[in-house]
């Protein structure tokens, strides 16, 4: 069974500041994509970033990108020039490639960006 | 386009009640999924309806149950409420499921069972 560990239940940072959070899994498909989603007060899940397990390459969206480290079964997140806005619950999540499969979450992390 | 819309927003129901919780998928979106989000258990899957047929169960008791209709809409019943159930109720949709683009989200339906 596949399983995602989030080892930093909160984290604080300054506005403007860089943070790192941190994710691993365990698992041993070797076709999967990993996720960071972002669940502020409204509820509402918001994909921040993906990644394809067969791509070497970390993927970045703007200000956010991951470390991939693919034999360590480590995703982390990095968050640059943090924004208030960026205050949430952060899950990371692993999906099986393949049509009926679910995405299965970690515990989340709750940044909060501090003024 | 629009969103996925979960309707209502909130509930309040008794125990030993049933509720019926609706999510509308983002259009051209044949696949949704529900999980149940609780401070103890994290997010947990549900099932997932592809095409008006479940494609996938969680490991949950057979009070909860769903299904989706021709246009893609899904419902999810839970008979039988228990203290227990109270959760926020996450809808999410993807063009097959499996989907490696990501799953959209909806706002969620927050449940309290009292």
């Known amino acids: 069974a596949q399983t995602v560990t989030q080892s930093q239940p909160e984290m604080s940072v300054q506005e403007a500041e860089t943070v790192t959070l941190s994710c691993t899994y365990d698992?041993?498909?070797?076709?999967?994509?990993l996720f960071w989603y972002k669940q502020p007060p409204s509820r509402q899940m918001i994909l921040v970033i993906r990644q394809e397990a067969y791509k070497q390459q970390n993927a970045t969206e703007n200000r956010f990108s991951v470390n991939f480290q693919k034999a360590a079964k480590s995703f982390s997140l990095k968050i640059s020039d943090s924004q208030l806005g960026d205050t949430a619950m952060y899950f990371c999540a692993f999906i099986r490639g393949g049509a009926t499969n679910k995405l299965i979450f970690g515990t989340g992390t709750l940044l909060a960006v501090q003024p | 386009k629009a969103g996925v819309t979960q309707t209502p927003r909130y509930l309040i129901k008794t125990r030993g009640q049933q509720v019926t919780l609706s999510c509308s998928p983002i259009s051209g979106h044949r696949s949704v999924s529900w999980y149940q989000q609780t401070p103890g258990q994290g997010l947990q899957f549900l099932f997932e309806y592809f095409s008006e047929t479940q494609r996938n169960k969680g490991n949950f008791p057979g009070r909860f149950s769903g299904r989706q209709f021709s246009n893609s809409r899904s419902e999810m019943n839970v008979s039988t409420l228990e203290l227990g159930d109270s959760a926020l109720y996450l809808c999410a949709s993807s063009l097959a499921g499996g989907d490696p683009y990501g799953y959209t989200f909806g706002s969620g339906t927050r449940l309290t069972v009292v």
């Open positions: 698992t041993s498909e070797s076709n999967y994509y």
